[in-house]
């Protein structure tokens, strides 16, 4: 029982971290709270001028980042800005039975997990400047992250994923995104590559197990 009262605890606490992001953020949390119960209600934030749209997942991460002190936004000549970046609403991930994949922005995935909003919706990784740069992805998990860094010009991705399940999954990713030439996939520990991080190979380290 106390357990859950942390857990519940710190579900508020997130959530009222969003206090920092927005003017309208009461209202947002209780629009939020009835999209978790199924209705069907736009999120429209509310910053200085600017006025956007968000996706739940994305209200959702971003509490969560404001919590830690990881996200400023600010509104400059009517336009949103996101750490620096200017934000765009870009509309949810659509199923697509073509393809039997999530699609947004014509990136595909074959199920849809809480981290593609992180990396994708979220600005996870934007900070990391990865053009022609060979990257090493550690606990890719399905792939997110490694499809980002090769869309923001990374020479390679080495993705390494012990999970066979995540790395099936991985693998399908990497396809369906047309990605075999530039995301190098490898089911194993992380311990034989990150030895190499002491032989002077030029790559980042990043993600995390």
Same mark, same amino acid.
């Given at each position: 029982?106390?357990?859950?009262?942390?857990?519940?605890?710190?579900?508020?606490?997130?959530?009222?971290? +969003?206090r920092?992001l927005?003017?309208n953020?009461f +209202?947002?949390?209780i629009?939020?709270a009835?999209?978790?119960?199924?209705?069907?209600?736009r #999120?429209?934030?509310?910053?200085?001028?600017?006025?956007?749209? #968000?996706?739940?997942?994305?209200?959702?991460?971003?509490?969560?980042r404001?919590?830690?002190? #990881?996200?400023e936004i600010?509104c400059v000549?009517g336009?949103?800005?996101? =750490? &620096?970046?200017?934000?765009?609403y870009?509309?949810?991930?659509?199923?697509?039975?073509?393809?039997?994949?999530?699609?947004? =922005?014509n990136?595909?995935?074959?199920?849809?997990h809480?981290?593609?909003?992180?990396?994708?919706d979220?600005?996870e990784y934007?900070? +990391?400047?990865v053009?022609?740069?060979?990257?090493?992805?550690?606990?890719?998990?399905v &792939?997110?992250?490694?499809?980002?860094?090769? #869309?923001? &010009?990374a020479?390679r991705?080495?993705?390494?994923e012990?999970?066979?399940?995540?790395?099936?999954?991985?693998?399908?990713n990497?396809?369906?995104n047309n990605m075999? +030439?530039?995301?190098?996939?490898v089911?194993?520990s992380?311990?034989?590559?990150?030895?190499t991080k002491?032989?002077?190979? &030029?790559?980042?380290?990043?993600?995390?197990?």
């Amino acid at each position: 029982m106390p357990l859950r009262i942390n857990e519940a605890l710190a579900k508020v606490r997130r959530a009222l971290a +969003s206090r920092y992001l927005f003017d309208n953020w009461f +209202s947002l949390l209780i629009r939020f709270a009835l999209t978790r119960l199924g209705f069907d209600v736009r #999120l429209m934030a509310r910053v200085g001028d600017c006025t956007f749209e #968000l996706s739940p997942e994305v209200f959702g991460c971003l509490a969560v980042r404001a919590s830690y002190g #990881l996200v400023e936004i600010s509104c400059v000549d009517g336009e949103l800005y996101i =750490n &620096g970046k200017r934000y765009e609403y870009h509309g949810v991930w659509v199923y697509d039975k073509s393809c039997n994949c999530y699609v947004k =922005n014509n990136v595909r995935f074959k199920q849809i997990h809480w981290t593609i909003y992180q990396v994708f919706d979220c600005g996870e990784y934007e900070p +990391s400047n990865v053009k022609d740069r060979v990257v090493v992805d550690i606990g890719a998990y399905v &792939g997110d992250s490694a499809v980002y860094f090769a #869309l923001r &010009g990374a020479r390679r991705v080495v993705a390494v994923e012990p999970h066979p399940g995540a790395f099936a999954e991985m693998l399908d990713n990497i396809r369906l995104n047309n990605m075999e +030439s530039v995301i190098i996939p490898v089911n194993n520990s992380t311990n034989r590559i990150t030895r190499t991080k002491n032989v002077g190979v &030029g790559f980042d380290l990043v993600g995390g197990m």
